[in-house]
C-alpha cells in the first residue's frame, strides 16, 4: 500500500482539528494621506479608503460560544490604529506599499491567517469613482 499523498494527509489533520475561522473588517475608513508619485500627491494630502478583511482563527469556536473577553479576539479598534499609524509615517510612493504595510501589521498577531487590505482613492480622477488595489497576504 503506498503513503497517504500530501492532499490527503491535509485533509486528514483539518477533518481532525478543524480551522475555526471568524471574519474580522473595517470597511471605510477614510483617512488624509500623503500617497502618490505625482507632484500635487507629495505635496498635499488626499482622501484615501481604506478596507481590511482579516480571517482570524477562533480556538473557542469548535467548544462553543467562548468567553465574553477581549483578549481572545483580534480588536479592530487595533486594526484601525495600524491603518492610521501607516498613514502618518510620511509619503508614500504606491498604494500597494501601504496596503502591504497594514497588511504586515495584522498579521503580527498569529490568530490572523489571512489579510486582505484595499486601499481606494476616490478623487484621483473626476470621472471615475475610485481607483486603488486590494492585496492578500497569508501566514506562512
Not at 500500500?1 to 483539518?14: F, G, I, L
Not at 500623503?34 to 481604506?50: D, N, P, S
Not at 483580534?74 to 510612493?93: F, K, L, N, P, Q
Amino acid at each position: 500500500m503506498h503513503p497517504p499523498n500530501r492532499r490527503a494527509r491535509r485533509a486528514a489533520r483539518m477533518s481532525a482539528h478543524p480551522l475555526r475561522l471568524r471574519q474580522v473588517f473595517v470597511r471605510g475608513l477614510q483617512l488624509q494621506a500623503r500617497l502618490g508619485v505625482h507632484a500635487h500627491e507629495k505635496a498635499a494630502a488626499q482622501r484615501i479608503l481604506v478596507h481590511v478583511e482579516l480571517a482570524v482563527e477562533d480556538e473557542s469556536a469548535a467548544v462553543g460560544i467562548g468567553p465574553d473577553d477581549l483578549a481572545r479576539v483580534v480588536d479592530y479598534e487595533r486594526v484601525v490604529a495600524a491603518a492610521r499609524d501607516a498613514v502618518a509615517r510620511g509619503h508614500v510612493m504606491l498604494v500597494e506599499t501601504l496596503a502591504e504595510t497594514i497588511a504586515a501589521a495584522a498579521l503580527v498577531d498569529p490568530r490572523v491567517k489571512l489579510a486582505r487590505v484595499s486601499i481606494e482613492k476616490p478623487d484621483a480622477f473626476p470621472d471615475i469613482a475610485s481607483v486603488g488595489v486590494t492585496i492578500e497576504r497569508t501566514r506562512l
